[in-house]
C-alpha cells in the first residue's frame, strides 16, 4: 500500500446471523449511528453507519477469515463496565494494548470487537 498515497480502509461489511442483534450491539452498545438503509445489490437489508462499517443479514463469514475489527474510543473502563453490566461478552479485560489502553469484546456473531484508546 505504499505505492498508493491517500489509499486507506473507507468502510468493512459484515454479514450477521442477526441484524437485529448486530444492530443493538453496534448501534445501540458501541453509538455508531446510521448513515444510510437500504436493499444490498441482492435485495438483502443493509445499513451503513458513519463510522466506516456496514451490515447485512446473511450467513457468518468463513471462520477465521476475520481476525477482528478494531476502534479507537475514548472511556475503555466505562465501555468494559457497560459489556459487564449488559451482558456482551468480553474477550480481554482491559489492560495494555500495542494502541494502547484495550479491551477486546464479541459481538453478537462472536466476532472479536477491539476498543482502545491512545496512549498519551
Same mark, same amino acid.
Given at each position: 500500500?505504499?505505492? !498508493?498515497?491517500?489509499?486507506?480502509?473507507?468502510?468493512? %461489511?459484515?454479514? +450477521?446471523?442477526? %441484524?437485529?442483534?448486530?444492530?443493538? *450491539?453496534? %448501534?445501540?452498545?458501541?453509538? *455508531?449511528?446510521? &448513515?444510510?438503509?437500504?436493499?444490498?445489490?441482492?435485495? &438483502?437489508?443493509?445499513?451503513?453507519? =458513519?463510522?466506516?462499517?456496514?451490515? /447485512?443479514?446473511?450467513?457468518?463469514? +468463513?471462520?477465521?477469515?476475520?481476525?477482528?475489527?478494531?476502534?479507537?474510543? +475514548?472511556?475503555?473502563?466505562?465501555?468494559?463496565? &457497560? !459489556?459487564?453490566?449488559?451482558?456482551? @461478552?468480553?474477550?480481554?479485560? @482491559?489492560?495494555?494494548?500495542?494502541?494502547?489502553? /484495550?479491551?477486546?469484546?464479541?459481538? @453478537?456473531?462472536? =466476532?472479536?470487537?477491539?476498543? *482502545?484508546?491512545?496512549?498519551?
Amino acid at each position: 500500500m505504499s505505492d !498508493a498515497p491517500g489509499t486507506r480502509l473507507h468502510h468493512l %461489511l459484515l454479514q +450477521t446471523t442477526d %441484524l437485529d442483534k448486530a444492530e443493538a *450491539f453496534y %448501534l445501540g452498545f458501541l453509538g *455508531f449511528t446510521v &448513515r444510510k438503509r437500504e436493499p444490498f445489490h441482492d435485495g &438483502r437489508p443493509f445499513v451503513s453507519t =458513519n463510522q466506516g462499517l456496514g451490515l /447485512t443479514a446473511g450467513a457468518p463469514g +468463513t471462520p477465521g477469515a476475520l481476525e477482528h475489527l478494531a476502534f479507537q474510543t +475514548t472511556d475503555v473502563e466505562g465501555l468494559a463496565s &457497560r !459489556a459487564r453490566r449488559e451482558g456482551v @461478552p468480553i474477550l480481554k479485560e @482491559p489492560g495494555p494494548g500495542p494502541y494502547g489502553h /484495550t479491551v477486546y469484546l464479541a459481538d @453478537p456473531d462472536g =466476532n472479536r470487537v477491539e476498543l *482502545f484508546e491512545p496512549e498519551d
